[in-house]
């Protein structure tokens, strides 16, 4: 079936340590999206990507870094300059070719880091 | 960028409808009105959207009001299974095919039995 999977789950990280999230999809959708949520709020947009090799910072982009060398793939690194890492990270895809409309995002199931 | 505003929770009984409120008053004249829910610990769930006209779909019904400043997400019979939060999100568009859709807190929804 045809979707977005998120890789790991749960990640345990020690400070000072980069970890890097796999974000997959075989949608064949254009956009790719990086989220993160903290307990209670909503989600803020770190990265995002129209289009292979081009991407763009969201609202909290300092501390992140991403690359999409390939449609289907969009990972998300978590350097050790993000300050307050531990987050549930959501990657989100969509189709950009509704000409005039936004297609619905559709989303991974999260991956939950926690810092130590 | 047009913002929402959501109470941060309502109750349900279980088989009775739930009626959602969202404000956007600054909401542009081409922009759309998306409703998503997330159930605890998951990725969100797309639900309806809607530009000006009233919109149903199996999930819900989405009724938008004439001067587009509100809307309502309406589930006919809300199940437990529809405890969630859920977001009202107005559409934003920077540049060219950019388009960002930004979250709110959302509305927790808690259907009882």
């Known amino acids: 079936d045809g979707g977005i999977t998120q890789s790991p789950k749960y990640l345990f990280r020690k400070e000072g340590q980069n970890v890097t999230l796999s974000c997959e999809q075989n949608?064949?959708?254009?956009?790719m999206y990086w989220y993160r949520q903290d307990p209670g709020q909503g989600l803020r947009l770190i990265y995002y990507?129209?289009?292979?090799?081009?991407?763009q910072k969201g609202d909290i982009a300092e501390g992140y870094s991403v690359s999409r060398e390939k449609k289907e793939s969009f990972p998300l690194t978590v350097t050790s300059a993000q300050k307050n890492p531990t987050a549930f990270y959501l990657c989100?895809?969509?189709?950009?070719?509704?000409?005039?409309?936004?297609?619905?995002?559709?989303f991974g199931e999260g991956s939950r880091l926690t810092v130590l | 960028d047009a913002k929402t505003t959501q109470p941060p929770s309502m109750d349900c009984a279980e088989g009775r409808a739930a009626n959602l409120p969202c404000n956007h008053s600054?909401?542009?004249?081409?922009?759309?009105v998306y409703w998503y829910r997330q159930i605890h610990s998951q990725g969100p769930q797309y639900i309806i959207h809607?530009?000006?006209n009233n919109e149903t779909n199996e999930m819900a019904s989405l009724i938008i009001t004439e001067d587009r400043k509100s809307s309502t997400l309406i589930l006919p019979h809300a199940t437990l299974r529809d405890t969630a939060v859920y977001y009202c999100?107005?559409?934003?568009?920077?540049?060219?095919?950019?388009?960002?859709?930004?979250f709110g807190t959302g509305t927790l929804l808690a259907v009882q039995p």
């Open positions: 989100a895809s969509k189709t950009a070719r509704l000409a005039g409309r936004t297609g619905e995002l559709f």
């Open positions: 949608l064949n959708h254009d956009a």
């Open positions: 990507s129209q289009i292979v090799n081009d991407f």
């Open positions: 600054t909401i542009s004249g081409n922009e759309y």
């Open positions: 809607g530009l000006k």
């Open positions: 999100i107005v559409r934003v568009a920077t540049g060219g095919a950019t388009n960002k859709l930004i």
